[in-house]
């Protein structure tokens, strides 16, 4: 079975810092990843997406990811944070063969200090 | 192109009652997935459409119930409301069948609150 394991249901960083939001996952086969972004009341935004292409994933509003197979990550990061990044982000998995619905980890909360 | 939309944005019911939730898929869209968000358990699928037939289903139990129409707008029922079943549903759909790369774009959301 596949899953996704977010580490940090918080992380708090200085507006300018650098966003760094781990994910690892687990799947016996070749995953298609996805991050995921939630602001308040509101439903989920795709930032970006593996799918077996280029291991350094280019998304909007500045984020990226890179998939490290050795280490079944999908670390998301963006150099400089703006108080506009505060939000939910969840990584997810796409389920294999006919399940093909999201698996999704249990997010992350990131706050953005001035 | 318009996005995802859901309706009722908000719904408030009462244990024992039934409730249906709508979606409305990007123009194009086949696909219509739907996902329960709560704070303990996170989000979870529940079940996938595609050209009028369920292709997947989650962990649920059967008081959870969908269809989708020719247009592609699907609905999903939840009868017997039990305090549990308080939760955001959100509503996806992409082109293709959700085994493909393809992109699940999301709805807002349904916000569900049962007393």
């Known amino acids: 079975a596949q899953s996704v394991t977010q580490l940090g249901s918080h992380v708090s960083v200085s507006e300018g810092a650098l966003v760094l939001l781990r994910c690892n996952y687990s799947?016996?086969?070749?995953?298609?990843l996805f991050w995921y972004v939630q602001y308040p009341n509101q439903g989920l935004q795709l930032l970006l997406k593996?799918?077996?292409?280029?291991?350094l994933v280019k998304g909007i509003n500045g984020f990226e990811a890179e998939f490290k197979k050795s280490e079944t990550s999908f670390h998301l990061t963006k150099p400089s944070a703006h108080m506009s990044d505060a939000a939910e982000y969840f990584c997810a998995v796409k389920g294999w063969g006919s399940q093909g619905n999201l698996i999704f980890g249990k997010g992350t909360k990131l706050s953005v200090k001035p | 192109k318009a996005g995802v939309t859901q309706t009722p944005r908000y719904l408030i019911k009462t244990r024992g009652q039934q409730v249906t939730l709508s979606c409305s898929p990007i123009s194009g869209h086949r696909s219509v997935s739907w996902y329960q968000q709560t704070p303990g358990q996170g989000l979870q699928f529940l079940f996938e459409?595609?050209?009028?037939?369920?292709?997947n289903k989650g962990n649920f139990p059967g008081r959870f119930s969908g269809r989708q129409f020719s247009n592609s707008r699907s609905e999903m029922n939840v009868s017997t409301l039990e305090l549990g079943d308080s939760a955001l549903y959100l509503c996806?759909?992409?082109?293709?069948?959700?085994?493909?790369?393809?992109?699940?774009?999301f709805g807002p959301g349904t916000r569900l609150t049962v007393l």
């Open positions: 996806a759909s992409s082109l293709a069948p959700s085994q493909s790369t393809d992109t699940q774009y």
């Open positions: 593996y799918t077996s292409a280029a291991t």
């Open positions: 799947s016996s086969v070749p995953p298609y």
């Open positions: 459409y595609f050209s009028e037939t369920q292709r």
